[in-house]
């Protein structure tokens, strides 16, 4: 009975954790997303015509912009599809690490109930981050199936 009565005390706070970070990273993404909305109205506002607009979206300097705001221009996507890919990469090893974190304070607790815990949470960051990389490299292997993924060009070597 007494091991049950520690349940609250672990989640509540993890789920507490959590629930702020989730909240700090919508109003930071609705944020970013409404000074694009904002920074693009005021692109269109200063072309007369549609024309005007897609001669300087077409343009080398309209390309750049375009790029710096991570939007999609007429040639393609500069960023889109492998940044996607290299995010679901970042976010499914952030994922594993924690999972084996998780892992080593399963080891080092002495309360079986709270290593119990961490131990299931572990397991479910894990698996969740195995999820990701998976999904990164069937979404590779789909895109260069497809042609979406232009093949590498020569690579610069860092010296």
Excluded: C, Y
Excluded at 68 to 77: C, E, K, M, W, Y
Excluded at 87 to 116: E, H, K, Q, Y
Excluded at 128 to 135: I, Q, R
């Amino acid at each position: 009975m007494i091991q049950n009565a520690i349940w609250p005390l672990v989640l509540l706070p993890f789920m507490a954790m959590v629930l702020a970070l989730l909240l700090v990273w919508g109003f930071v993404k609705w944020r970013q997303s409404r000074q694009k909305a904002e920074v693009l109205t005021k692109l269109i506002d200063r072309f007369g015509t549609s024309q005007e607009l897609a001669d300087f979206m077409n343009s080398p300097s309209g390309a750049e912009f375009l790029k710096t705001l991570n939007i999609a221009g007429p040639g393609g996507s500069p960023g889109g599809l492998s940044g996607q890919v290299l995010s679901a990469v970042r976010v499914g090893i952030i994922l594993i690490m924690l999972g084996l974190g998780a892992f080593v304070v399963t080891m080092i607790i002495s309360n079986p109930v709270v290593a119990d815990v961490f131990s299931g949470a572990g397991i479910l960051s894990v698996a969740l981050g195995v999820g990701f990389l998976v999904a990164a490299a069937a979404s590779v292997a789909l895109s260069k199936r497809l042609g979406l993924l232009e093949p590498r060009e020569t690579a610069k070597r860092i010296p």
